[in-house]
């Protein structure tokens, strides 16, 4: 039988690491995985709890998620990033981001015919979205390279993966004009937002960016990084009411719903900042031994001021730098599986323990 998503898709990049990954494996001393963003420390205490504590759960979930978990949606984004206006018809929680990012064309009726543009470096996940759709996608940090034509959908992705780069409040609010001018419905990833270490990125729903109206725009939120949560597929969408039903319809139908037990682990999540600023202080100390264990090695650091990855290079093709990594037992991803425009660097992640991250700068020294 002869599959119907086959030449649909892109490949799957990782798949392209195989060889390189049981190179770094043959190391004595163990392969070091720096290629993925997988956390690796405890879920928290007070999340263990309340999964624990909602254990008992027979029914069914409701696809637009429990009251608590959408008010303390609502409730951290005002707290720890100064978003306004925000009710919980404006929040909807879902099953991880990445089955939101992949579907969400499909799911807001974009198919053949619309256009569909994400940065010129990003997560491969919106390619994969526009193409489950139908629609012709672009990758363009340059608007006016579109000319006249008027884009469905445009992502925005800040704090960047893979760069960590952070676009700056001023350029954030010119987008969210320019779509607004067009009728074009903004979505910005944010799911890095409380991954930043040397700026203070913005979600696009603050009022100095939105202008106090969140109409045309959505976010979204993931709570794998910020509170090791990538095993609970934890994430929600949140903005204009109207898309977020919009939305909900949808996977009512498709029967998306995040399971019950989560759905109160994730409350409990977001109701915490303590956890969150004690993980970050984590991330922030391997990041600085990593950071200079490259930067001793001859790797120069570009953007990387926010995320959970280094952006390095060494002024040739990414590659290479992965075969040179891979025989030191350093796994890492090749810029190219983000954009062409990534073929001299290499994403570096810092979501490894920290004797495994002691691992690394030994073996660049």
């Not at 392209?16 to 990954?21: A, K, N």
């Not at 203070?200 to 109409?215: T, Y």
């Not at 976010?219 to 990538?230: D, E, F, G, W, Y």
């Not at 810029?335 to 495994?356: C, L």
Request: hydrophobic share 40%.
């Amino acid at each position: 039988m002869i599959s119907r998503v086959s030449g649909r898709l892109p490949d799957f990049p990782w798949d392209r690491l195989v060889e390189h990954r049981e190179r770094a494996a043959a190391h004595p001393d163990g392969i070091v995985d720096l290629s993925i963003g997988t956390p690796v420390d405890p879920t928290p205490a007070v999340v263990q709890e309340a999964l624990r504590a909602a254990a008992d759960s027979p029914g069914y979930p409701l696809t637009i998620g429990i009251p608590a978990v959408r008010q303390a949606a609502v409730d951290w984004l005002s707290r720890r990033h100064g978003v306004t206006g925000l009710g919980v018809d404006g929040v909807l929680p879902t099953i991880g981001s990445k089955e939101l990012v992949a579907s969400l064309p499909s799911q807001l009726g974009i198919g053949p015919g619309d256009l569909v543009v994400w940065p010129e470096l990003a997560y491969p996940t919106y390619e994969v979205g526009a193409a489950l759709a139908g629609a012709r996608g672009v990758a363009t940090d340059a608007l006016t390279a579109l000319g006249p034509e008027v884009p469905a959908l445009l992502w925005v992705n800040s704090p960047s993966n893979p760069t960590g780069r952070v676009l700056p409040p001023e350029h954030l609010k010119k987008v969210v004009d320019w779509c607004r001018e067009r009728g074009t419905i903004l979505v910005s990833d944010e799911c890095y937002l409380e991954c930043a270490w040397e700026a203070a990125p913005m979600s696009v729903l603050h009022p100095d960016i939105c202008g106090g109206s969140h109409e045309g725009i959505l976010t979204v939120h993931s709570l794998s990084k910020r509170s090791n949560l990538a095993g609970y597929r934890c994430a929600f969408v949140a903005g204009d009411p109207t898309l977020v039903a919009e939305l909900l319809a949808v996977r009512k139908n498709l029967g998306l719903m995040l399971p019950g037990p989560q759905q109160v682990a994730m409350a409990a999540a977001l109701d915490d900042d303590a956890h969150a600023d004690e993980q970050h202080a984590r991330y922030a100390a391997r990041r600085a031994v990593l950071r200079d264990a490259l930067e001793g090695a001859g790797f120069r650091v570009d953007h990387s001021e926010a995320s959970l990855y280094l952006w390095s290079t060494r002024d040739e093709h990414c590659w290479e730098t992965v075969s040179w990594l891979a025989e030191r037992g350093i796994l890492v991803a090749p810029g190219e599986f983000y954009g062409r425009a990534g073929s001299r660097h290499v994403r570096v992640a810092f979501t490894a323990t920290d004797e495994r991250v002691a691992a690394a700068a030994g073996r660049l020294g």
